[in-house]
C-alpha cells in the first residue's frame, strides 16, 4: 500500500468513489484526510497601493487564525496509474467526434493514444449539463430577461442579501491575511475578490457536484454551438490532471467544467491560478490560492488599473431609460451623458475617463451607473452587466460591514 502526502489541487473532498462516474474494479480509490493541526502564522499585514476608490485601515480588530489547508493522504491499491487500452468503450464508444479529439490530442500534445482511450472510457454522459445549456429544448423567443422590468431587483436579491454579506463578513476576517497579501502583490481591491467569492461559490459553500470530465467531454461532443470552445477546455483539463499527476476523474465542479472556489475552467486554471501561500501547490480549494489566482486574472486577463474606481450611481429624471445603447461594452465621454441630463452622485474619486453606460431595471424605475474600465475587468469573469455589478455591491457592502463604515 503506497501512501501520498501533500497531494496538489485537489482537496479533501474528493469523492473518487461515490457519485456517477463508473469506475473499473482496478482503479478504484479511497480518500482519506488527515488534517494538519498546524496552524499557519499570521503574516504582517502589507501596506495597500494607493488606490482612489478606498482606503485601507489596519487589519480588522478580530484576530484571525489560519487553518493549514487539510493533507491529503491518499491510499491506493494500486497508486493511480494510467490506464491503457486500444478500446474505446463508455458512453461514448461509437462516437466518432470522440474518437477524432483523442487522435488530435494524441498528436498535438504527444500524448498516450491507448491512455486516452482509458481515460474516456470512464466517461458518463451529464444529461444535467446539457439541460442547463438548452442543447435539446426548443425555446420560443423571449423578451429579454435585462429589459423586464423588475430584473435587476431579483437578480441582485440572489447574491446582495444578509445571508451573502454575513458569510462575505466572516470570510474577510478569516482570511485578512490573504486579502491583504493579494492586494499588495496584484493592486486588486480586496472587495472584489471576496465579491467573485460570494457571487461564484457563496465563499466556498457550492463548488459543484459535476464530474468536470463528464461534463466537457459531454458539451464538446453535443453541444455543437459551443463545441470549439469546451473542445479546448477539455484538452486543457486533461493536460491540467496529467501536470498535477491525479485521475481525471477526481475533480468535481459545476456543469460547465468549472471548479474550486473560484470556479477556474481549466484554461484559466494553466494560465492564470497562483499558489498564493506558497506551499508548493496550486489548489483552488484552498482559499489562499484562489483569493490570490482571483487577483491575478483580474490583474493579468482584466487588466486592472489600482488607480482608478470601478463604478458609480448616476441620477436621471426619467423613471425609464432608452436613449442610447447601455451595457458594458459602450464608452461615452462623462460630458456628452451629463449633456444627457444625468448627474453623478459623488466626484468619481477625480475619475474623467470614458465610461460604459449601464442600466439596471428595477420595478419601479431604471437604475443608471457609470462603469470604468474595471467593470469591464470583471466582465472578463462572466460577461454580464448584472453579474459585474452584483460583485461590484456585494463587495462594497462586504467592506461596510467589516471596517463598520
Known amino acids: 500500500m503506497i501512501k501520498i502526502k501533500h497531494f496538489a489541487l485537489i482537496p479533501a473532498l474528493l469523492l473518487l468513489s461515490s457519485g456517477c462516474v463508473k469506475r473499473q474494479p482496478e482503479t478504484v480509490i479511497e480518500v482519506n484526510s ?55 468503450r463508455g458512453a461514448y464508444a461509437s462516437n466518432y467526434k470522440l474518437k477524432q479529439i483523442i487522435n488530435n490530442m494524441a498528436s498535438k500534445y504527444n500524448l498516450d493514444r491507448y491512455e486516452l482511450n482509458a481515460i474516456f472510457s470512464t466517461v458518463n454522459r451529464d444529461t444535467v449539463a446539457l439541460d442547463k445549456y438548452g442543447v435539446y429544448k426548443r425555446r420560443k423567443p423571449t423578451k429579454e430577461k435585462a429589459s423586464q422590468p423588475g430584473s435587476w431587483s431579483k437578480y441582485r436579491a440572489q447574491f446582495v442579501n444578509p445571508s451573502h454579506i454575513r458569510k462575505g463578513v466572516q470570510f474577510w476576517r478569516e482570511n485578512a491575511n490573504w486579502l491583504n497579501m493579494a492586494a499588495y502583490k496584484y493592486g486588486v481591491d480586496p472587495a472584489y475578490i471576496v465579491g467573485i467569492l460570494g457571487v461564484e461559490t457563496n465563499f466556498g459553500g457550492f463548488t459543484g457536484k459535476h464530474s468536470v470530465l463528464d461534463a466537457l467531454t459531454t458539451l464538446a461532443l453535443e453541444y455543437k454551438k459551443r463545441s470549439k470552445f469546451f473542445t479546448s477546455e477539455l484538452e486543457n483539463y486533461i493536460l491540467l490532471t496529467k501536470e498535477q499527476k491525479i485521475h481525471p476523474q477526481a475533480i468535481k465542479g459545476s456543469y460547465a467544467g468549472a471548479f474550486g472556489l473560484a470556479q477556474f475552467m481549466p484554461s484559466s486554471f494553466r494560465e492564470y491560478a497562483v499558489d498564493l501561500n506558497g506551499d508548493g501547490k496550486t489548489n483552488l480549494f484552498d482559499p489562499a490560492d484562489a483569493i490570490g489566482s482571483i487577483a491575478n486574472y483580474f490583474r493579468a486577463k482584466g487588466k486592472w488599473n489600482p488607480r482608478i474606481p470601478v463604478a458609480m450611481k448616476v441620477y436621471y429624471n426619467k423613471k425609464r431609460f432608452y436613449g442610447i445603447p447601455t451595457g458594458f461594452k459602450t464608452s461615452y465621454s462623462q460630458r456628452y451623458l451629463y449633456k444627457l441630463g444625468m448627474r453623478p452622485s459623488s466626484n468619481f474619486y477625480g475619475y474623467k475617463g470614458p465610461v460604459s453606460l449601464i442600466k439596471l431595471s428595477k420595478y419601479d424605475r431604471d437604475e443608471l451607473w457609470w462603469g470604468t474600465p474595471n467593470f469591464r475587468a470583471i466582465t472578463r469573469y462572466n460577461p454580464k452587466d448584472y453579474y459585474a455589478m452584483a460583485v461590484h455591491q456585494l463587495g462594497q457592502e462586504i467592506k461596510k460591514a467589516v471596517y463598520g463604515r
Open 34 to 88: 488527515n488534517n494538519n493541526p498546524n496552524t499557519i502564522p499570521l503574516a504582517t499585514t502589507y501596506p495597500m497601493p494607493s488606490q482612489p476608490t478606498t482606503t485601507y485601515p489596519s487589519t480588522p480588530s478580530v484576530t484571525p487564525t489560519y487553518p493549514t489547508p487539510p493533507i491529503v493522504v491518499i491510499d491506493t491499491q494500486p497508486q493511480y496509474i494510467p490506464q491503457r487500452t486500444p478500446y474505446l
